[in-house]
C-alpha cells in the first residue's frame, strides 16, 4: 500500500489559532456595536453628555488662558455654549454657539458684582482661576451638576 495515500494514524480535532483568532474578532466587532446601540450615543458613567462636553470645553478653556497668558470666556445660554475671546474692552464671540443636547440651567455666583457692561458667564483668568458658578445638566434622565468656587476648579457629580 502506498503510505500517501492512507490516512494519519493521528487525528487533528479542534480549532486552528487563526479560526479562534477570526471568531474573537467578529464577536468583538458584534458586542461593540450592540453596546453603542443600546446607549443611543449617550456618555458613558451616567454622565448627560453636555456635562462631559462641559468638563472637556472648561479645562480647555482653562489651559489656553493659562498658557497664552490672555483671558478666555464661555458665554452660557439656554440655547447653548460659546468661547469669547476679549478684544479691547469687549467680549466677541468665537465659532459657533454649540448647542446643549438636553437642558442646561446655569446659576452664577451672586456674591460677585455686577458688571454694567456685558461680560461672559465664567471668564477664565491667566492664574487658573475662573469665574465661580453652577450648571445643571439634565439630559434623558440623567442629571449632572458642575461647579466651580473660582479656586479649585471644576466639579462635577450626579
Excluded at 453636555?50 to 489651559?63: C, G, I, K, P, V
Aim: aromatic share 8%; net charge positive.
Amino acid at each position: 500500500m502506498d503510505p500517501r495515500i492512507e490516512p494519519s494514524p493521528r487525528r487533528t480535532a479542534g480549532f486552528s489559532l487563526l479560526e479562534l483568532v477570526v471568531v474573537i474578532a467578529v464577536v468583538g466587532i458584534l458586542s461593540l456595536g450592540v453596546s453603542l446601540s443600546l446607549s443611543g450615543g449617550r456618555s458613558t458613567g451616567g454622565y448627560p453628555r453636555d456635562a462631559t462636553r462641559f468638563e472637556n470645553q472648561y479645562s480647555a478653556l482653562r489651559d489656553s488662558a493659562i498658557h497664552s497668558r490672555t483671558p478666555v470666556a464661555l458665554s452660557l445660554k439656554p440655547a447653548g455654549w460659546q468661547v469669547m475671546r476679549r478684544t479691547g474692552d469687549v467680549w466677541q464671540g468665537e465659532g459657533p454657539r454649540v448647542r446643549w443636547s438636553g437642558a442646561a440651567v446655569f446659576q452664577r455666583d451672586l456674591s460677585a458684582p455686577v458688571s454694567p457692561i456685558p461680560v461672559p458667564e465664567v471668564i477664565f483668568l491667566p492664574d487658573g482661576r475662573s469665574s465661580a458658578f453652577s450648571i445643571r445638566f439634565t439630559d434623558a434622565g440623567q442629571v449632572a451638576q458642575c461647579s466651580s468656587d473660582g479656586w479649585q476648579g471644576l466639579e462635577c457629580g450626579l
